[in-house]
């Protein structure tokens, strides 16, 4: 089920508008994760999906990454995509439980 939840500011990732939205879920592991559209732009129905999207594809928790050609792993290293809801294009940056878009 998601649910809409009070805006809160995010350490490390710019400010949050004073529009923001945010909506909360549950993963398949039981984890509170969250999609915030700092944009506040993208539609509801799409917004839904999405985060429903993400869960299913257990894309929410602590991850490690490398560098090309490096030799360590960065645990909770924010992972960054594209995404398009509707006619626009959105970055997407995922950080353990939270994922968040941004402007493109």
């Given at each position: 089920?998601?649910?809409?939840?009070?805006?809160?500011?995010?350490?490390?990732?710019?400010?949050?508008?004073?529009?923001?939205?945010?909506?909360?879920?549950?993963?398949?592991?039981?984890?509170?994760?969250?999609?915030?559209?700092?944009?506040?732009?993208?539609?509801?129905?799409?917004l839904v999906a999405?985060?429903?999207?993400?869960?299913?594809?257990?894309?929410?928790?602590?991850?490690?990454?490398?560098?090309?050609?490096?030799?360590?792993?960065?645990?909770?290293?924010?992972?960054?995509?594209?995404?398009q809801l509707g006619?626009?294009?959105?970055?997407?940056?995922?950080?353990?439980?939270?994922?968040?878009?941004?402007?493109?």
């Amino acid at each position: 089920m998601v649910q809409e939840s009070p805006i809160v500011e995010e350490n490390g990732l710019p400010p949050l508008c004073s529009g923001a939205v945010i909506l909360e879920g549950m993963t398949k592991r039981g984890k509170p994760c969250r999609l915030i559209d700092n944009t506040a732009s993208a539609p509801r129905e799409e917004l839904v999906a999405l985060l429903n999207d993400l869960i299913e594809q257990e894309h929410f928790g602590p991850s490690g990454l490398s560098v090309a050609g490096g030799n360590t792993i960065r645990i909770g290293a924010p992972q960054s995509a594209h995404v398009q809801l509707g006619e626009h294009i959105y970055r997407m940056i995922v950080v353990d439980y939270s994922a968040r878009l941004e402007s493109f």
